[in-house]
Every structure is written in structure tokens, then in C-alpha cells.
């Protein structure tokens, strides 16, 4: 658990959770000789990833991919007998991990677990990634947890 919070805690919170708000990544026109972008140039806009259910927490890989964390849609249940921002929230293994690298979108693990409203509004899942080494990923799954027995 120690090793497993150190990486954690090198997740930089505030860039990643702003990003992962965004369904889309911006690219930006090139600086001016004078070191200061034309405002009247249009920012350029390319989807690199389409699809997602429920986005957070991005992380770049050690090989350069970038690796989305999908908070799914919850499921049919079972469900909680309390409400949480106006419903009920339901669980289901809706959660999932995308890797994004040279134009190729892959989820690379799937079934994890969500809960969220029957509309799969205000989901909980998978919300944070990220890498340790080569090959050592770690995965936060947050306010989801699975019902006795699954």
C-alpha cells in the first residue's frame, strides 16, 4: 500500500483532473518570431479520442502512449437505498482503462467497476492512472464499491 500511494502522490492532481475535463486536446498555432502567438490566428482542434464513457485521470506511459482513465456508467445493480446528487446510484462493470498511442484508440482493460445514476450521470470508477517503472501502472477506482458477492 506505501509503494502504491507514493506513486499516487506524484500524480500531478490539479493538470491531470483539469484535463481529463476535456473530451478533446488542443494544438496550438506556432509563436511569432517576437515569442508571442497571433491571437487572430484560430486555434487548431484535432480529436485524438472519441467515445469515452465517463473520462478523468490522464497519464502518459513510459513508451509515450497516453492512457485515459473511464469512470463508466454504472449498471443495473445493484442499486444504493440512498440518493447522492438527486438519485440513486447503481453499480456495474462499466469501468475502463484507454490507451491512445500513433492515432489507435484501444481500451486495454475493461469490467471494472462504477456506480452511478441509472442515466450514468455522476459516475464513480476508474479516476486516476498512473505509471512506476516500466510496465507498473496503478489505477485509482474511487466512491465504487462493489456489492457483496461480485
Sequence with gaps: MQAQRKVADKVVVGVVGFLASLPILFSMPADTAAGQRDHRQPVQVKVIAS???NPRGLAFGPEGALYVAE???GGDGPCTDFE????IL???PTGA????WRGSQTRIATGLGSSAHPDGGFAFGPHHIAFHGRGDAYVAVRGCIPPEGV
Excluded: E, K, M, S
Aim: charged share 20%; net charge negative.
Design 51 to 53: 467515445g469515452l464513457d
Design 71 to 73: 469512470a463508466g456508467h
Design 90 to 92: 447503481c453499480y456495474g
Design 84 to 87: 447522492l446528487f438527486g438519485d
Design 97 to 100: 482503462v484507454t490507451r491512445i
